[in-house]
């Protein structure tokens, strides 16, 4: 599922995957973004195709959601030649989401 958010005053395009165990941000994209690493971490993401690929740190920033509400938020930085945020369970979980699959939202 897809949906627009607000980061850094650019609307992007964020994938919302109930099967990722984390968020993540790819390293092209943050870079659009202009979004530091502000620290390390020591996670290892598997991708859909059964390969790994260890994150290059973490990212703090925050996302607007319906142009009115703002949200703090960290993500894991993978390398990869899309420019693309995938939200998962951790916030998912952290938000309380609910998923309508029938209405998409």
Known sequence: MKTQFI???????????????IS?????LRKELDIPIKEK??????LADGGKIASLGKVNTE???????????TLD???????E????????NKWNANINYKERY
């Open 63 to 73: 996302i607007k959601v319906y142009k009115e509400l703002v949200i703090p938020v």
């Open 85 to 92: 945020m995938i939200i998962g369970n951790d916030l998912l």
């Open 77 to 83: 930085v993978i390398d990869s030649k899309q420019k």
């Open 7 to 21: 980061i850094n005053n650019k609307e992007i395009e964020v994938v919302i995957d109930s099967g990722a165990a």
């Open 41 to 46: 971490s020591n996670i290892t993401c598997t």
């Open 24 to 28: 993540v941000i790819t390293e092209k």
